[in-house]
């Protein structure tokens, strides 16, 4: 495990993905599932909304952090929950992070499903990983359990 939690920054051209990405899922285009994440900043207060793939792994629904420890993270952790936006769908959730000995699964079949886009976030682990090596990549990559209210 790190000393300090493991964040990946954005670059240029991936800032303006991310808000061309979340623009669509505004306005009701989801790219292969993706919608965009509106969760309460832990200092300012204010809706700070992302881009993200939510997965669902044997009946559960998660969001998995593949660039680590970031500012979305942060802030779910703080607010215990958020929402999800796909056009006019707004799904109100709360979210619970799930410990390191329970995300190998829900890592390998986000990978299954999402290793194209973020392969390169996991420093060479893949679906095709051995549980271990999964497992050692897990403190990397916070994983929360989301559950519906609205």
Do not use: C
């Given at each position: 495990?790190?000393?300090?939690?493991?964040?990946?920054?954005?670059?240029?051209?991936?800032?303006?993905?991310?808000?061309?990405?979340?623009?669509?899922?505004?306005?009701?285009?989801?790219?292969?599932g993706s919608a965009e994440l509106s969760v309460r900043g832990r200092k300012s207060g204010t809706m700070q909304r992302v881009p993200v793939n939510?997965?669902?792994?044997?009946?559960?629904?998660?969001?998995?952090?593949?660039?680590?420890?970031?500012?979305?993270?942060?802030?779910?952790?703080?607010?215990?929950?958020?929402?999800?936006?796909?056009?006019?769908?707004?799904?109100?959730?709360?979210?619970?992070?799930?410990?390191?000995?329970?995300?190998?699964?829900?890592?390998?079949?986000?990978?299954?499903?999402?290793?194209?886009?973020?392969?390169?976030?996991?420093?060479?682990?893949?679906?095709?990983?051995?549980?271990?090596?999964?497992?050692?990549?897990?403190?990397?990559?916070?994983?929360?359990?989301?559950?519906?209210?609205?």
């Open positions: 495990m790190s000393s300090s939690p493991r964040y990946i920054k954005v670059n240029a051209l991936e800032t303006r993905m991310h808000k061309f990405v979340a623009w669509l899922a505004r306005r009701g285009v989801s790219m292969l939510p997965f669902t792994h044997d009946g559960g629904q998660y969001l998995v952090s593949a660039r680590g420890h970031s500012q979305w993270v942060r802030n779910m952790r703080a607010a215990g929950g958020g929402e999800l936006r796909v056009g006019r769908t707004v799904r109100g959730f709360t979210a619970v992070e799930i410990p390191d000995d329970e995300k190998p699964a829900v890592l390998r079949g986000y990978l299954e499903r999402w290793g194209w886009e973020v392969g390169r976030f996991f420093q060479g682990v893949t679906a095709k990983s051995s549980d271990a090596e999964i497992l050692a990549a897990a403190p990397d990559h916070p994983v929360f359990r989301i559950t519906v209210t609205k």
